[in-house]
């Protein structure tokens, strides 16, 4: 099933976004992660793409093992470390294995890396151009509700962020945020700039305080003061800390519905036990 298909209704939709190992011999290991996520019956489940374009056929592996499990795929793609002519072959194979959908990405730049030639993709509107030629994909690009740290200014990063819904992203999905306020914010600008495709709220539950910091940096997003004075309060206990981030992640996920954002994402971290307490948070709202 198409992910477009799937959040296209006004009814709530939250998912769920897997990794895969780094080495083969941890595969069953996430496969095991995937059958305990699909239990608490997501909308859909991502997978995201190795570091580097490495270990494209463990994205392959659990994304056939998230279709096993009843449960729609889409498999990230990025580009920018893999030449034109891998993409297509990863491209091509996804189709062959009857993945319908994939999100986009140019992918996060290593240190000291250096802009490949032209045998490589430079920027995920290529990205999106090449799947488009290939098959008849539902296609997803990211975007960033408080700015891509790589972008001039905000304008320019919707301008770049238009461009990629106008080559064919039929749905955005956000990185991670921790203030609901940036994102309605983020959202309503898009509308007033004609990007009107659904934009999926990202959410990711910190249950350990050393995340945040590397959180901040991906997703270049601020931390309310709200969640400041939790990390004071209970970070140095993990028991409470982990407790203290599924409700933190379970109430922004309540506010956004409130205010009329249907689509979640959760960043689970392949963590089971963590997108099953914030499932049963929100139970009677997602079924009501």
Not at 87 to 103: A, Q, T, W, Y
Not at 136 to 162: M, N, Q, W
Request: glycine share 6%.
């Amino acid at each position: 099933m198409k992910i477009s298909d799937i959040i296209k209704n006004n009814r709530v939709t939250v998912s769920f976004e897997v990794f895969p190992p780094k080495q083969w011999a941890k595969i069953e290991h996430t496969k095991e992660v995937v059958r305990e996520l699909s239990k608490s019956k997501p909308s859909f489940m991502s997978v995201t793409y190795g570091a580097s374009g490495t270990g494209a056929g463990f994205t392959q592996e659990i994304a056939n093992e998230i279709a096993d499990s009843g449960i729609t795929p889409l498999s990230h793609l990025t580009c920018l470390t893999s030449s034109r002519d891998k993409s297509r072959d990863v491209i091509k194979h996804l189709k062959e294995n009857g993945i319908e959908n994939i999100l986009a990405l140019r992918g996060d730049i290593p240190e000291g890396f250096v802009f490949p030639d032209k045998q490589y993709y430079s920027y995920a509107y290529q990205l999106i151009n090449e799947i488009k030629s290939i098959g008849d994909f539902c296609i997803g690009a990211a975007c960033y509700p408080e700015t891509h740290p790589e972008s001039k200014s905000r304008v320019d990063d919707l301008e770049h962020l238009k461009f990629k819904v106008d080559c064919g992203a039929q749905f955005l999905t956000s990185q991670m945020f921790f203030d609901n306020e940036r994102f309605l914010d983020f959202v309503e600008v898009c509308r007033i700039k004609g990007i009107d495709v659904p934009i999926i709220a990202g959410i990711m539950p910190i249950t350990n305080a050393k995340q945040v910091t590397r959180s901040v940096e991906l997703s270049n997003c601020s931390v309310p003061k709200k969640f400041y004075k939790i990390m004071e309060r209970f970070g140095d206990d993990d028991k409470s800390m982990k407790q203290a981030g599924i409700i933190y992640a379970t109430e922004q996920i309540i506010d956004l519905m409130a205010n009329g954002i249907n689509n979640i994402h959760i960043y689970t971290m392949n963590k089971p036990e963590v997108a099953g307490e914030i499932m049963r948070g929100l139970s009677d709202i997602i079924n009501g």
